[in-house]
DNA sequence: GTTAGCACTCTTAACAGTCGAGTGCTAATC
DNA sequence: GATTAGCACTCGACTGTTAAGAGTGCTAAC
C-alpha cells in the first residue's frame, strides 16, 4: 500500500485538526472540508488504510482516529511549511522586550517568561555557556577575613565570580597583585587551557599558595560545566491548559519530568550544536516525557553557537508555528545578547 | 454560650482529625477517641453548640464538621502546643545538608528543596537583604570597551555585581584607581547613605564621570530593594498531593499565586521582621490564597535579622509540626550563612 | 473508484434506586 | 441537669439502566 498524494493530504487535514481541537477526528469532519471533495465513506476507506499503515491510531471502534506518532514525524520531517509569524504576532514578542536589560541572567528570564506566555507552553532557555569563551580578566576581590570573591570575565563578555578561601596573610594589595600577574598569564586563554596553565605553569611560580592556585583553577573549570549554567523554565503550569493533561497523574508526571533539571540540561546542551531540534513523544527518554514534544533552537552570538532555548508541549503540538516563534525569539536573543556585549 | 474546656478538646480532636485525613469528622469518630469519653450524642450536642459559635462548618446537612478559619486561628493562638522534631525528623533535615555549599545562592536553593522536600508543602526562601549592611568594598573590574563590573561586598559577607557602562575613555588603570577612591570612601556606610554620599560629596570631586558614578549610586540604591533578593521557591507542585486541590481549576489558582513573585517577596520581606508568622486562609490579601495558610520564620545574623523562609499549604496544615520545622530551618540557616561568612 | 445506506459499537449523559454515614430530636436514664 | 440510646431523616456516593449520538465497517449500487 502506498502513501499517495491523497492519503498524505487527509493526514494532514486529520493532524490539522487533531492538533486545534485534542478530539479525535471522525470521517465526516474531513469531507466536509472544502479542500477535499469526498465522502465520509471514502474518507473512512482511507482512514482505515492510514491506521494500517501506522499513521493514525484509534482510542476504541466507535471513536474518530487520532495521529500516532510516526504521522507526527512524518509531517515535521515532510509536510510541515515553514510558518511565518503575523505582524501581531512579532508586536506581541516585541511588547515583553521593551524594557531595557542589562543582564545576561534577566535577558534569559525575560526571554522564559515570553516564550512560554507567547507559544501556550513550558518554555526552558539554556544561558550562554562558557565552553569555547576566552578569559579576558580577572579580578580576586577581598570580602572578608579569609575569603575573596574570583571574577572571571571572558571576551565574550560573559563574567561569573565565586567565593574562594584564601590564606589569612593574603591582604587586598596581594590580592590586586595576583589579579595582575595572573590576568595577564592568562589572558585569551580558553577557560580549559587557563585551567591547565594553572595547575602546570602558575604552580611553580607560586608554590606557597598552592592551595589558593587550585581553588581558582576549580572555578575555572567548574566555568565549563554545562550543569553550572543557569537554565530558565519558565510557564510550567501551561500544560494544565491542554486537556490531554486534565488527568491529575498525568500531570504529576510532567512535572516530575521538569523536576529533573539534569535532562533539561542535557537536552539542551546538546540542542546547542544544532540549528533546531524536534524530539516527538517516545523519543524523549524520560518516561514521563513519552506524551510531551520538545522543539530547540539554538542562539548564536556572530558564527559561535552559545546557547539554546525551546519548549515542552504535548506531542499534538502546532509544530510550525512553534518553531517560527522559537526561530524569531533565537534570533532576538542572539541580537540582545549582541547588544549586551558589544555595544558602543 | 461558653467556650468551656470540653468544648476546646473535642474542637482540638476535630482539628487533628481533619488535618489527618481531610474528610468531614463525624461525632463517632470523636466519641471512640480514648481520651474523649463521651457517647456520640453528647458530641454532636457539643458540635451543634461549636458551629454555632462559628469555630466548626458543616458542608451539607448529613456530612461531618470540618474546622472554620475561626477553629484555626483560635487553634494557632492556644490550643497549638510547641511541636518537637523526632530525632529521625532532624536526621532527615540534616542529610540534606551533607554537601559543602560556598555560596548564598546555593545555600537558598538548597534549603528552600531540602523545607519542601521534608514539609511536603510549597517552601520558598527570601535570600539576606542589604538593607542595614555595611559596605565593605567595591570594586570596578574592566569586562569590555565601554562595559565594567561593579562588584559589591557587603561587611557581612554578602557580595552583589553589576554590569554597568563606563565612559570610553576610562582603561583599567583608572577603574583600579578608582574602586580604590571609592572603597575609602564609602567604606562602612549603609548602602543607602553610601548611595547618598555618591550624588552629593563624590558627585562634586569627580564631575567628569557623572554619569558613570550616577551608575554605581543606582547599583547601591537598587541593591537594598527586596525585589533584587532572590527568592527561592520549592515544591510548588507539593499542593497537588492534598485532596483539596484534586480539582484542577484550584490548583491553577493556586499556581497562578505563585506566579504573582511581587506577592510573595512582600510577604517574606514582612516577615524578616517577625519571629514568625502564621497567615490563615481569607486573610492572605490574594484571593487565589484564600485556601492556603501561610507559616514563615524569620532568621538572623547575630542580632540582625537577615532573611525569612516559609511554607504555603492547605489552611488544613499541620501548623506545630510546621512551625517546628521552620524554627529548625530558620537556626540551621543562620549557622550556615554564619559560617560562611565568618569561618576563619 | 466512489458513495449511499445500514447495522453495529462504544461513549456519554441522564435518571432512578440503594446504601451508608451522619445529623437532630426526643425520651429515658444516671 | 447532664448524658445517652433510639430513631427518623438527609444527602452524597455509587450502581445499574436506558437513550442519544458519534463514528465505524461493510455491502451493494452507481
Do not use: W
Not at 100 to 117: F, G, I, N, P, W
Not at 160 to 173: E, F, S
Amino acid at each position: 500500500m502506498e502513501l499517495d498524494a491523497r492519503k498524505l493530504k487527509i493526514l494532514q487535514a486529520i493532524i490539522d485538526d487533531y492538533i486545534l481541537t485534542a478530539a479525535p477526528v471522525g470521517s465526516r469532519t474531513i469531507s466536509k472540508r472544502s479542500d477535499i471533495n469526498l465522502s465520509s465513506a471514502t474518507i473512512r476507506n482511507e482512514m482505515s488504510d492510514l491506521e494500517e499503515l501506522g499513521f493514525l491510531d484509534q482510542p476504541h471502534t466507535s471513536a474518530g482516529r487520532i495521529p500516532s506518532e510516526k504521522a507526527y514525524r512524518l509531517y515535521v520531517n515532510s509536510i510541515m511549511r515553514h510558518a511565518h509569524l503575523t505582524n501581531d504576532e512579532i508586536s506581541h514578542i516585541k511588547s515583553h522586550f521593551t524594557k531595557r536589560l542589562d543582564e545576561v541572567e534577566a535577558v534569559m528570564k525575560q526571554t522564559a517568561y515570553a516564550l512560554s506566555d507567547v507559544t501556550r507552553y513550558t518554555s526552558m532557555v539554556l544561558a550562554p555557556g562558557f565552553s569555547s569563551a576566552r578569559l579576558k580578566h580577572l579580578q580576586l576581590v577581598p570580602v572578608a577575613e579569609g575569603k575573596a570573591l574570583a571574577v572571571i570575565v571572558t571576551d565574550a563578555g560573559l563574567f561569573k565570580d565565586t567565593l574562594i578561601r584564601i590564606p589569612d596573610n593574603i591582604g587586598p594589595a596581594e590580592l590586586e597583585q595576583l589579579s595582575r600577574v595572573l590576568t595577564m598569564r592568562l589572558k585569551n586563554r580558553r577557560l580549559d587551557e587557563a585551567g591547565k596553565l594553572m595547575t602546570t605553569d602558575l604552580m611553580g611560580d607560586f608554590r606557597e599558595h598552592r592551595i589558593f592556585l587550585n581553588a581558582i583553577t576549580d572555578v575555572l573549570t567548574k566555568s565549563i560545566k554545562p550543569s553550572e549554567r543557569s537554565l530558565e523554565l519558565s510557564g510550567a503550569t501551561n500544560i494544565l491548559n491542554y486537556p490531554e493533561y486534565s488527568d491529575m497523574d498525568k500531570a504529576k508526571g510532567f512535572f516530575t519530568a521538569l523536576e529533573s533539571r539534569d535532562l533539561l540540561y542535557r537536552m539542551l546542551a546538546n540542542a546547542v550544536k544544532m540549528e533546531f531540534t524536534i524530539t516527538i513523544g517516545s523519543e524523549n527518554e524520560d518516561v514521563n516525557m513519552r506524551d510531551c514534544s520538545v522543539v530547540t533552537v539554538s542562539y548564536k552570538l556572530g558564527d559561535e553557537p552559545l546557547g539554546s532555548l525551546g519548549v515542552i508541549g504535548p506531542t499534538r503540538m502546532n509544530y510550525a508555528k512553534t518553531l517560527a516563534i522559537l526561530n524569531y525569539f533565537g534570533k532576538s536573543i542572539s541580537e540582545i545578547i549582541t547588544d549586551l556585549i558589544e555595544e558602543d
